[in-house]
Nanobody, 124 residues
Framework: DVQLQASGGGLVQAGGSLRLSCAAS????????IGWFRQVPGKGREGVSC????????INGESVKGRFTITSDYAKNTVYLQMDNLQPDDTGVYYC?????????????????WGKGTLVTVSS
């Protein structure tokens, strides 16, 4: 079975940092694209960052460029999202998703596998 286990959310003050983890299993990690998305109640889902593990390419959302960094640990089949200089607008439920059909990060919201989210709350 495919599993995507997101963790690392919490409460942090503006300007602080958090690191989210997405532990993946049940598919070929090295051939997959894994992305982080966030959702705020009343708003649509927003793509935050994505890494294509097959070619190491990365796509970041405009609102997080220069602040968030996505990396993959190929030994642990885990993707990390290092979030620095967090702001209240970064508050939301963060989900990791994966796709192994060869579309890379461009599949965006159409990713095949979705995990349960982890809540990030940034206070002002």
């Amino acid at each position: 079975d495919v599993q995507l286990q997101a963790s690392g959310g919490g409460l942090v003050q503006a300007g602080g940092s958090l690191r989210l983890s997405c532990a993946a299993s049940g598919f070929t990690f090295d051939d997959s694209a894994i992305g982080w998305f966030r959702q705020v109640p009343g708003k649509g889902r927003e793509g935050v960052s994505c890494i294509n593990n097959s070619d190491r390419s990365i796509i970041n959302g405009e609102s997080v460029k220069g602040r968030f960094t996505i990396t993959s640990d190929y030994a642990k089949n885990t993707v990390y999202l290092q979030m620095d200089n967090l702001q209240p607008d970064d508050t939301g439920v963060y989900y990791c998703a994966a796709d192994d059909r060869g579309y890379g990060c461009y599949i965006n919201y159409g990713m095949k596998y979705w995990g349960k989210g982890t809540l990030v709350t940034v206070s002002s």
